[in-house]
C-alpha cells in the first residue's frame, strides 16, 4: 500500500513540473451536462496509478516544450478508459512528456467521463477550434494541430477527423468560428472503429482522399485489433494518406510501459512519421 501511494505521489510530482498550464474548455455552461462544474473524482488504480473516474469540467492540461527544441507544432492527446474513466497518466501526461521533448507543443484533454461519449465529442471538437484560435498564444502554427487517441481516446480522435465537423454546441465564443478539423491522426489501439457491416468501419466516420495523413498502432494479440484493420481499409479505399503498424504482441492499453514490446516500438516509429507527414 505505502509503496502504491509512493507511486502516485512520484507521477503527481511528475506531471507538476512538466505540464506548464491548463485550460477550462467550456467559458460558461458545459452542453448538455446535467452536474454542475466539479473537480475530477480522481480513484487510485490496479496497477499503481490513478485513473479519473467523473469529469464534468473539460479541461487541456498544456505541456510546452523547451524552446530550443519547439517545432511550433501542436498535439492534442486523448486519453483512454472505455468513456467510463480516462487513464490522464498512463495515456496522457507520460505521452505529453515524450512529445514536449522531441518539440511539440502538447494539450492533454480531459474529456468527459463516465459514459458521455456526445460529451467527449463535442470536447474535443471545442478543444481544436480553441487551440486553432489561439495558436500565435502557443507559438504554433495553426494548420499543423493533429490528435492523438489511445483506445476510446482513438476513437474520439478519429471522430475529430472524420466524422460530421458542423458545430455540434451552442456557440461560444469566436473560436468556435474555425475549423474543427485536425491535421494529422495518431490512432493507437483503438476501439469502436469497427461497428459497420461486417465489422467495417463505423457508419458515422466518413473518410475521404483528403482525410488529414493518419498514423495507426496495434499489437495483433489486442482483442479489438480489428478497429485498426477497419479504418485502415477505409482509408486506403478512399486513396488518403495512411500508414499501419501492427506488431505481434503487447496487448492492451500499454502506453509507454517500460517491457512491454508495442510500447517501446511505437515512439521511434512515430517520431519518423511525424518528420516526414506532418
Same mark, same amino acid.
Given at each position: 500500500m505505502k509503496i502504491a501511494l509512493l507511486?502516485?505521489?512520484l507521477f503527481s510530482l511528475q506531471t507538476v513540473f512538466s505540464q506548464t498550464d491548463s485550460v477550462y474548455i467550456w467559458p460558461k455552461e458545459v452542453p448538455g451536462e446535467i452536474k454542475p462544474k466539479a473537480p475530477p473524482v480522481i480513484k487510485g488504480w490496479e496497477d499503481g496509478g490513478t485513473r479519473h473516474i467523473e469529469i464534468t469540467n473539460p479541461?487541456?492540461?498544456?505541456? &510546452?516544450?523547451?524552446? $530550443? &527544441?519547439?517545432?511550433? $507544432?501542436?498535439i492534442i492527446v486523448c486519453p483512454g478508459g472505455g468513456y467510463t474513466h480516462l487513464a490522464v497518466e498512463k495515456e496522457g501526461n507520460a505521452i505529453a512528456r515524450f512529445l514536449s521533448g522531441v518539440g511539440y507543443t502538447v494539450f492533454v484533454l480531459h474529456y468527459r467521463v463516465p459514459d458521455k461519449r456526445d460529451g467527449a465529442w463535442q470536447d474535443i471538437q471545442r478543444s481544436i477550434r480553441l487551440v486553432r484560435y489561439n495558436a500565435a498564444k502557443y507559438g504554433i502554427q495553426p494548420n499543423k494541430i493533429g490528435v492523438m487517441g489511445f483506445s476510446a481516446g482513438a476513437h474520439v480522435a478519429a471522430m475529430a477527423g472524420m466524422a460530421d465537423s458542423t458545430l455540434n454546441y451552442p456557440v461560444q465564443d469566436a473560436a468556435d468560428n474555425i475549423s474543427s478539423r485536425p491535421d494529422c491522426m495518431i490512432i493507437m489501439y483503438p476501439g469502436y472503429l469497427d461497428m459497420g457491416p461486417n465489422k467495417t468501419l463505423t457508419a458515422n466516420l466518413k473518410p475521404h482522399a483528403q482525410t488529414a495523413p493518419t498514423f495507426i498502432f496495434q499489437a495483433m494479440d489486442d482483442?479489438?485489433?480489428q478497429s485498426s484493420f477497419a479504418l485502415a481499409m477505409a482509408l486506403r479505399d478512399v486513396k488518403a494518406n495512411v500508414e499501419l503498424h501492427l506488431v505481434p504482441k503487447g496487448g492492451h492499453g500499454f502506453g509507454m510501459t517500460p517491457g512491454n514490446p508495442a510500447a517501446e516500438a511505437w515512439p521511434p516509429l512515430l517520431t519518423k512519421w511525424l518528420k516526414e507527414q506532418f
Open positions: 507511486i502516485v505521489l479541461l487541456l492540461a498544456i505541456f &510546452k516544450p523547451e524552446p $530550443k &527544441k519547439k517545432n511550433n $507544432k501542436a482483442r479489438i485489433v
